[in-house]
């Protein structure tokens, strides 16, 4: 949980800044419009899992965590590097660079992405899958939307072969909006692949005025193709390991890429500070720390994809029964419960 990891370093009051609460979170027909509200995300949310549900927009993390970090070393990060592989021996670890001196260390933890060169140096070509699935992104300025046409919830569209999630960011200055489709027309894997309104428009042709209106709105609608993978069985090697999406990227279904990399962070350097100049053995710990939940939360991100798209959605009156089903409390529970209530601060290192 990133309000339980921020509280620990000292980061609640910064995270509180920049955050935006959701009253609750709910699920919407992609047609009609009909809608089922899923749990509360407010008072409900403190009194189960001890802490409020926080947004964020990531930019305005990564700020907070990169302003933490300069607070205590100010020349800790250094940019404009780029990783060609990396090697070691019993007593250090260099990382190559490309058109830069080696740097060497006692341990190299990768957390260089779902295209990690660190993972590609130790164990190969990752073995990953198109999931079939087409991703659109963007943001939308509030002030761009009709009054009243977005309530202050975390949405949830759900329609036979896509959906959509939407929420504020920024106290609630921005909308952030992505719709997931099975469309296998675009496979590329990026962030920054640029597509048009009209394109988004065409993929959700059919669906809710509601979802035009914000597409329309939307500045630069972005693309990406989704990709499966199975999670890895190890990713630690004498003193080098691996962090967030280098070991385990997944489908965004379960709101929880970002979240396992943080939890990564505060369980390694946890077991780093244990450990001490037994570099191996702190690095193996972490690992073992981390494997089960992981790996879980690929599956479950797997699972939602089926769930999210499932064809019943297209007859009305199937789907008003398979979403009272699928989304009823105690399945609910069943799939949020296991995530809400881990602390990566407090797990026996």
């Known amino acids: 949980m990133e309000r339980a990891c921020c509280l620990y370093l000292g980061l609640g009051e910064a995270m509180d800044e920049i955050a935006w609460q959701p009253s609750g979170k709910e699920i919407r027909m992609w047609n009609s419009g009909q809608t089922w509200k899923?749990?509360?995300?407010?008072?409900?949310?403190?009194?189960?899992?001890?802490?409020?549900?926080?947004?964020?927009?990531?930019?305005?993390?990564?700020?907070?965590?990169?302003?933490?970090?300069?607070?205590?070393?100010?020349?800790?990060?250094?940019?404009?590097?780029?990783?060609?592989?990396c090697s070691q021996d019993d007593s250090s670890v260099t990382l190559h660079l490309k058109g830069q001196?080696?740097?060497?260390?006692?341990?190299?933890?990768?957390?260089?992405?779902a295209h990690s060169n660190i993972r590609r140096t130790l164990f190969g070509e990752e073995d990953k899958s198109f999931s079939g699935l087409l991703a659109w992104r963007g943001i939308i300025d509030a002030n761009d939307l009709p009054d009243g046409l977005v309530r202050p919830v975390g949405t949830n569209w759900v329609g036979p072969g896509g959906h959509i999630v939407h929420y504020f960011v920024r106290h609630g200055a921005l909308l952030n909006f992505v719709g997931i489709l099975e469309k296998d027309s675009w496979?590329?894997?990026?962030?920054?692949?640029?597509?048009?309104?009209?394109?988004?428009?065409?993929?959700?042709?059919?669906?809710?005025?509601?979802?035009?209106?914000?597409?329309?709105?939307?500045?630069?609608?972005?693309?990406?193709?989704?990709?499966?993978?199975?999670?890895?069985?190890?990713?630690?090697?004498?003193?080098?390991?691996?962090?967030?999406?280098?070991?385990?990227?997944?489908?965004?279904?379960?709101a929880q890429g970002a979240v396992m990399a943080i939890e990564?962070?505060?369980?390694?350097?946890?077991?780093?500070?244990?450990?001490?100049?037994?570099?191996?053995?702190?690095?193996?710990?972490?690992?073992?720390?981390?494997l089960e939940r992981t790996a879980r939360t690929i599956r479950g991100s797997n699972d939602n994809?089926?769930?999210?798209?499932?064809?019943?959605?297209?007859d009305p009156v199937v789907a008003q029964k398979y979403v009272d089903t699928e989304w009823q409390p105690d399945k609910v529970r069943e799939r949020y419960d296991w995530l809400f209530t881990y602390d990566a601060t407090a797990v026996e290192v």
Request: aromatic residues 10%.
């Open 38 to 85: 899923l749990f509360d995300l407010g008072a409900e949310s403190v009194e189960r899992y001890g802490f409020p549900y926080l947004m964020f927009h990531r930019a305005d993390l990564h700020q907070l965590l990169v302003d933490a970090v300069r607070a205590e070393k100010s020349n800790a990060i250094h940019l404009n590097a780029f990783c060609t592989g």
């Open 101 to 113: 001196d080696d740097v060497t260390g006692d341990a190299l933890i990768g957390a260089d992405g």
């Open 187 to 254: 496979t590329v894997e990026s962030w920054t692949a640029r597509g048009t309104t009209e394109e988004c428009l065409a993929d959700f042709d059919g669906w809710h005025d509601t979802v035009h209106t914000m597409i329309k709105n939307i500045d630069i609608p972005y693309k990406w193709a989704l990709m499966r993978r199975e999670p890895m069985e190890r990713w630690t090697e004498g003193r080098i390991t691996l962090l967030g999406d280098a070991c385990h990227a997944m489908v965004p279904m379960l």
């Open 264 to 290: 990564d962070g505060m369980v390694l350097a946890r077991c780093v500070e244990k450990y001490g100049a037994e570099v191996e053995a702190g690095l193996q710990r972490y690992e073992a720390l981390r």
């Open 305 to 314: 994809a089926d769930r999210f798209h499932n064809s019943q959605l297209g």
